[in-house]
C-alpha cells in the first residue's frame, strides 16, 4: 500500500472511498454520451432525491439493436432490457427505471403482441421499476424467491445515500423459484439460473438456448468492475465465482449481454473481469493486513472503479453496440 495511502487517519479514508464510490456509481448510471441526450428533458427535477435520480436516469434514450430474427436488445435507461417478440407474446426480462416507463411501453407496442412474462434479473430499481404496469397489462412476473423478499423491504443505498421505500405489491413477482426455471415461447427455449450470491444474493442470469445468447444480469458489467451491493448479499468471491459459472454457459459464438455496458460476443470480456476481480481481491488482502478492511467492505457496497481495458467506454450501465 502506498505511504499516501498507510499516512491517511481511518476517517479519512473511509470519507475517500465513500466519496469515490458515489462519484463513479452515478457516472455510470448517467453516462456522459447519454447524458447530453437527457438534458434538454430532464430540467425539472423533482425534490425528492430518489426521484430525482429516478428522473436523471429515465431521461436516457432507448436504443434498440436486434439480437436474433425473434430477440432485441433494448438498451438505455437503467441497463439492458432483452425482448423475445413472437405470436406467443412477448418475454421481457428486465424494465428500466420507472420515468422511463412511456419509453419503454411505445418499445414494447412496436412488436404488435402483448407482454405475457417478464424475468426480473435481480431485485434493484433499475431492474424492477415497471413490474406494476406490465403485471397491470397482464403479464406474470418470474423472479427467484429472494428478488420477491428484497423487494418487500426497505433498503438504504449507502454509497449514494439514497433511501428506497419497499416495492407496492402490484410490482411484486408473482412467480417465484429457488435454483432456476424454464420457459418455452416463440420457438424458443429459455432457461433461468440464480447464481450464488454475488452482485446481489437475488441474481438470476437467462440463458436463450436456441439463439445462444446470454443475459448475464448486474453479475458481469462490460468494461468496468461490477458494483457489489453488500448490504443485500453482494460478494467479490462470490462474482468471482458466478463469472466462472456463466463462461461454462457460453461458448465462442454465445452473444453476452451485460447488465450494464455495450453487448459482447466474445468469452474474453468475462475472462478480463474474473482475472481483474481477482487481482482487486488480493489488493483487498493487503488493505486486511492494515486494518482497513472496513472501508471496502461491511454494509457499505463496494465499487471499484478502474476499467477493464483503457478503450472501453467509460459508461458501464447504458449504451448499446458491439466493440
Do not use: C
Not at 448479499?233 to 462474482?239: A, H, Y
Amino acid at each position: 500500500m502506498s505511504r499516501s495511502v498507510t499516512s491517511r487517519t481511518r476517517r479519512e479514508w473511509l470519507q475517500m472511498m465513500a466519496a469515490m464510490g458515489a462519484g463513479v456509481l452515478v457516472e455510470g448510471l448517467i453516462p456522459r454520451k447519454l447524458a447530453r441526450a437527457a438534458a434538454g428533458g430532464a430540467l425539472q427535477q423533482p425534490q425528492d432525491p430518489v426521484a430525482a435520480f429516478r428522473a436523471r436516469i429515465g431521461a436516457i434514450p432507448i436504443e434498440s439493436q436486434p439480437l436474433a430474427e425473434n430477440l432485441t436488445l433494448l438498451a438505455g435507461p437503467g441497463g439492458n432490457v432483452v425482448v423475445l417478440h413472437g405470436s406467443d407474446g412477448l418475454v421481457v426480462v428486465d424494465t428500466f427505471v420507472a420515468p422511463a416507463w412511456p419509453k419503454l411501453q411505445e418499445s414494447l407496442k412496436g412488436f404488435g403482441a402483448p407482454v405475457k412474462t417478464v424475468i426480473n434479473t435481480h431485485w434493484h430499481f433499475d431492474h424492477t421499476d415497471n413490474n406494476a404496469p406490465l403485471r397491470a397489462g397482464g403479464a406474470t412476473l418470474v423472479a427467484h424467491e429472494n428478488t420477491k423478499l428484497r423487494m418487500t423491504q426497505p433498503h438504504h443505498l449507502a454509497v449514494l445515500e439514497l433511501d428506497f421505500a419497499p416495492s407496492p405489491a402490484a410490482a411484486l413477482p408473482q412467480r417465484v423459484f429457488k435454483e432456476g426455471y424454464k420457459l418455452e415461447s416463440n420457438g424458443e427455449r429459455l432457461a433461468v439460473t440464480h447464481m450464488p450470491p454475488a452482485h446481489t444474493d437475488t441474481d438470476v442470469v437467462v440463458r436463450f438456448e436456441k439463439v445462444n445468447v446470454l443475459h448475464t444480469g448486474d453479475v458481469f458489467f462490460n468494461g468496468f468492475y461490477p458494483y457489489i451491493d453488500g448490504s443485500t448479499g453482494g460478494r467479490v468471491d462470490g462474482v468471482i465465482e458466478a463469472t466462472g459459472r456463466l463462461l461454462s454457459l457460453a461458448d465462442a459464438d454465445t452473444k453476452i449481454v451485460p447488465g450494464h455496458g455495450p453487448r459482447r460476443d466474445r468469452r474474453q470480456a468475462l475472462r478480463r473481469s474474473r482475472e481483474r476481480l481477482g487481482q482487486g481481491e488480493a489488493q483487498r488482502g493487503h488493505v486486511r493486513q492494515s486494518g482497513l478492511l472496513d472501508a471496502l467492505s461491511g454494509p457499505r457496497p463496494l465499487w471499484l472503479d478502474q476499467p477493464l481495458e483503457p478503450n472501453e467506454p467509460p459508461s458501464p450501465f447504458s449504451g448499446s453496440g458491439n466493440p
